[in-house]
């Protein structure tokens, strides 16, 4: 792993000015090559084809020389790899059969996994070559490119799982939670201990980096959010640091609000991402100077640009100069972004002045 790497550095505790950047959802709809790619083949075809995938995880840092490849991959693959179907339909989303009772439950496969995730480990196998190779294959500076692997953590995944889907209310999952608790932290430990696999075996086949993704921790209260978010998290992250002593590890725990202290304090994770609503000053004050973060630019500046864009991005730096940081949003990039706009906040980060 090389230490040469700003991502890294930063992720290893180091301040640096002016902050790495790389955007949540970089590889996407808003870019043009990727719309094109898009026509050949659907979405889960694309995750699990590894020509298709390595290129889709390149695109952006071919366009804007980002700081950090993410897989092209999707947190749903791992109930995937467990058997529960899984569909992505334009206009709605994710539809998988929905797992309401035990039966459905022991319907799921775990020990099917290794097989089914094998072209995803490829495709980080192939993009680890890539990117740390000496020819740069059209990428600038490609040896200073972390390569982060990354999986949903488990509240969120069981969401989907329980669901069937995406949801506005959550219903079926606090049902649940609440009429049969054992069952929904039965799922929950199923996806600690298939989470924990699957990320280390990315780390095996050469993510330099591992991200967990846990975009509904905001809607628990506190003590389900300890239960379902933070204690998960908490053992991922040991299960990972087990095998692979000191790796870095970014945890997002989107919408956690005043939750995210402790989170912060009790998982061990290198670097917080913040979302959009999280107010830097009072979160910047109750966390130790130690913990990375990373984030917050709403999605929506970038989607307008301008000065506003410009303004809010270096207040974000500013205030977080004194700490490990890496730049990014909030969430992920708008679909209809402008991609001049994503020029000119890279532009605008990598020269801020002292």
Same mark, same amino acid.
């Given at each position: 792993m090389?230490?040469?790497?700003?991502?890294?550095?930063?992720?290893?505790?180091?301040?640096? &000015?002016?902050?790495?950047? &790389?955007?949540?959802?970089q590889?996407?709809?808003?870019?043009?090559?990727?719309?094109?790619l898009r026509?050949?083949?659907?979405?889960?075809?694309?995750?699990?084809?590894?020509?298709?995938?390595?290129?889709?995880?390149?695109?952006?840092i071919?366009?804007?020389?980002?700081?950090?490849?993410?897989l092209?991959?999707?947190?749903l693959?791992?109930p &995937? +790899?467990?058997?529960?179907?899984l569909e992505?339909?334009?206009?709605?989303?994710?539809?998988?059969?929905p797992?309401?009772?035990?039966?459905?439950?022991?319907?799921l496969t775990p020990?099917?996994?290794?097989?089914?995730?094998?072209?995803?480990?490829?495709?980080v196998?192939?993009?680890?070559?890539?990117?740390?190779?000496?020819q740069?294959?059209?990428? *600038?500076?490609?040896?200073s490119v972390s390569?982060?692997?990354? *999986?949903?953590?488990?509240?969120?995944?069981?969401?989907?799982?329980?669901?069937?889907?995406?949801?506005?209310?959550?219903?079926?999952?606090?049902?649940?939670?609440?009429?049969?608790?054992a069952?929904?932290?039965k799922?929950?430990?199923?996806l600690?201990?298939?989470? +924990?696999?699957?990320l280390?075996?990315?780390?095996e *086949?050469g993510?330099?980096?591992?991200?967990?993704?846990?975009? &509904?921790?905001?809607?628990?209260?506190?003590?389900?959010?300890?239960?379902?978010?933070?204690?998960p998290?908490?053992?991922?992250?040991?299960?990972?640091?087990?095998?692979?002593?000191?790796?870095?590890?970014?945890?997002?725990?989107?919408?956690?609000?005043?939750?995210?202290?402790?989170?912060?304090k009790?998982?061990?994770?290198?670097v917080?991402?913040?979302?959009?609503?999280?107010?830097?000053?009072?979160?910047d004050?109750s966390?130790?100077n130690?913990?990375?973060?990373q984030?917050?630019l709403d999605?929506?500046?970038?989607?307008?640009?301008?000065?506003?864009?410009?303004?809010?991005? +270096?207040s974000?730096?500013?205030k977080?100069?004194?700490?490990?940081?890496?730049?990014?949003?909030?969430?992920?990039?708008?679909?209809?972004?402008?991609?001049?706009h994503?020029?000119?906040?890279?532009?605008?980060?990598?020269?801020?002045?002292?």
């Amino acid at each position: 792993m090389q230490v040469s790497k700003k991502i890294l550095q930063v992720l290893n505790g180091q301040k640096i &000015w002016p902050p790495p950047i &790389w955007l949540m959802r970089q590889a996407g709809r808003f870019l043009p090559e990727f719309r094109e790619l898009r026509q050949q083949a659907d979405f889960l075809t694309r995750c699990l084809t590894p020509d298709l995938a390595v290129e889709i995880t390149l695109q952006p840092i071919r366009r804007f020389g980002f700081d950090a490849a993410i897989l092209f991959s999707d947190i749903l693959i791992l109930p &995937w +790899a467990m058997g529960q179907n899984l569909e992505f339909i334009e206009g709605k989303g994710p539809v998988l059969p929905p797992i309401r009772n035990e039966e459905g439950l022991k319907q799921l496969t775990p020990e099917n996994i290794q097989q089914k995730i094998e072209p995803v480990l490829t495709s980080v196998r192939i993009l680890n070559k890539l990117i740390n190779s000496e020819q740069s294959i059209g990428l *600038a500076k490609a040896k200073s490119v972390s390569l982060i692997g990354f *999986a949903g953590s488990p509240f969120t995944v069981a969401c989907y799982m329980v669901e069937g889907g995406s949801s506005r209310d959550f219903s079926n999952v606090f049902k649940m939670i609440y009429q049969n608790p054992a069952l929904f932290q039965k799922i929950i430990d199923l996806l600690v201990t298939t989470t +924990a696999d699957y990320l280390c075996q990315q780390i095996e *086949a050469g993510a330099e980096v591992i991200m967990l993704f846990d975009s &509904w921790a905001g809607i628990l209260s506190p003590n389900l959010f300890r239960q379902f978010v933070l204690l998960p998290t908490q053992e991922i992250v040991r299960r990972i640091r087990e095998q692979f002593h000191d790796f870095p590890i970014i945890g997002f725990p989107r919408l956690a609000g005043t939750k995210i202290f402790s989170y912060a304090k009790e998982t061990n994770l290198n670097v917080i991402g913040l979302d959009q609503t999280e107010d830097i000053s009072v979160i910047d004050s109750s966390i130790d100077n130690n913990i990375g973060f990373q984030g917050n630019l709403d999605p929506f500046y970038l989607l307008n640009g301008g000065n506003y864009m410009a303004q809010n991005a +270096a207040s974000i730096c500013q205030k977080l100069r004194h700490r490990p940081h890496i730049f990014n949003l909030g969430h992920g990039v708008l679909p209809t972004t402008p991609v001049e706009h994503v020029y000119e906040l890279v532009e605008h980060v990598r020269n801020l002045k002292d």
